[in-house]
């Protein structure tokens, strides 16, 4: 049971263009949302959070968008630039009262920005 | 570097021996996660500390796993009669009470042979 889905295993933009990527969840007990990035050979890297009771944050060039009703999430890169190429998690976590704070992951997504 | 540190970073085992594996989570945080992540997947759950408590442990972790923090501060990751289905990416995260941002150590890859 996949409960944090990301649909696009890859993703291709120009440098300077809009990166998108998306995630979808199943749970609506989750209440806070994460998107991680990964480099080859490392562990993954916090990169933006939001709580369930916002449904935007922005931090420099990413924003991350919520969709309650159609749960769904976005992370939005601009510009993007070529150092952003990595694999992107988005992770799920929080059940209410019993918060073990234990992260749900998705599959990834790469992304890779040609210069 | 995100203060979580992870040894050995690489470990190569035949099949059937024992391995372990430790963590030093950042010294102010005091729950810690052990996660397993294979080709292609992102990180899945295998179980939690909270300071020297086992609170939580997933049903990928099995008889052949067990998990130790016994200070509160560093943990240690065992597996038993390695099996080559063992091979992955055991990455390790720790968390400060009150908030949901994990922080990651490098992980060690398991390669079972």
């Known amino acids: 049971d996949q409960q944090v889905k990301q649909n696009s295993p890859s993703l291709s933009v120009q440098e300077g263009r809009i990166s998108i990527l998306n995630c979808d969840y199943t749970n609506s007990m989750f209440d806070y949302f994460l998107w991680y990035k990964k480099y080859p050979a490392e562990g993954p890297t916090f990169l933006i959070s939001i709580s369930s009771i916002k449904d935007k944050n922005e931090d420099g060039r990413f924003t991350v968008f919520l969709n309650k009703s159609a749960k769904h999430l976005s992370l939005h890169i601009v510009p993007s630039q070529p150092g952003d190429s990595a694999v992107y998690f988005c992770a799920a976590s929080g059940y209410g009262s019993s918060n073990t704070g234990k992260l749900i992951f998705g599959q990834g997504t790469t992304l890779q920005v040609k210069p | 570097d995100t203060g979580v540190s992870q040894d050995p970073r690489h470990k190569i085992t035949k099949r059937g021996q024992n391995v372990t594996f430790r963590c030093d989570p950042i010294?102010?945080?005091?729950?810690l996660y052990w996660y397993r992540q294979t080709l292609g997947q992102g990180p899945e759950f295998l179980t939690y500390?909270?300071?020297?408590?086992?609170?939580?442990k997933s049903r990928l972790l099995s008889d052949r796993f067990s998990a130790e923090r016994p200070k509160g501060s560093f943990s240690t990751l065992e597996i038993q009669r390695t099996e080559q289905g063992d091979s992955a990416m055991y990455l390790c995260a720790s968390l400060r009470q009150g908030s949901y941002e994990q922080y990651f150590g490098p992980g060690t890859r398991l390669t079972v042979t």
């Open positions: 010294s102010e945080h005091n729950r």
């Open positions: 500390f909270q300071n020297e408590a086992q609170l939580e």
